[in-house]
């Protein structure tokens, strides 16, 4: 029998797992800060001109909101492989896990990708407004960074789940780009 799989989503995954997922549930992690904390060269920048991704970032009295997946049954093995394929690229996120809490009573231990904070492409502390101008103009693989960031802050407010960081980025992107 294997045993039941859980992912915490807190950017894209919540919007894209490209997993098979069997159930979804909000939950919130203690000890860690959703931010635009790394550099990305790859999916939303490039080497020559960096964008940002969202990243758990180690944080004492601070908590993230966001999205526990149960893996569908048998497909554990094949989504931890597309994980480490997605989210290692670069050797800047750790693989770890946490305790997540449902709002509605329960936890479960998740997988997580977190920032290495002694990573070179770490950037936390950076000024929202500094973010916003990377943000608005930043492309990479997989599309321009401010539809990562518009798509990541349209599905958290889909799901209730308020970041008022997110939302004011959202919103300054937009009116930079016009």
């Known amino acids: 029998m294997t045993e039941t799989m859980w992912v915490f989503g807190y950017g894209s995954l919540i919007w894209n797992p490209e997993f098979p ?16 904390c790394m550099r990305s060269i790859h999916h939303r920048g490039s080497e020559a ?7 758990l970032d180690a944080a004492a009295g ?15 093995a094949d989504t931890l492989a597309l994980l480490r394929e997605r989210e290692l690229i670069s050797s800047a996120y750790l693989e770890t896990q946490v305790q997540a809490d449902w709002p509605e009573g329960g936890r479960c231990t998740a997988l997580v990708y977190v920032i290495d904070p002694d990573h070179w492409q770490y950037c936390g502390g ?26 990541t802050a349209a599905h958290l407010a889909e799901l209730g789940i308020s970041d008022p960081e997110l939302e004011w980025l959202a919103g300054r992107v937009r009116a930079l780009i016009g």
């Open 21 to 36: 997922v069997a159930e979804t549930r909000i939950a919130r992690v203690q000890g860690w800060r959703r931010s635009f």
């Open 49 to 55: 001109d960096p964008g940002l991704v969202l990243a």
């Open 62 to 76: 601070h908590h993230c909101d966001g999205v526990t997946f149960r893996v569908t049954s048998g497909a554990e």
């Open 126 to 151: 950076i000024a929202l407004e500094d973010q916003a101008q990377i943000i608005a103009r930043a492309a990479g693989g997989r599309g321009p960074n401010r539809d990562y960031l518009w798509s």
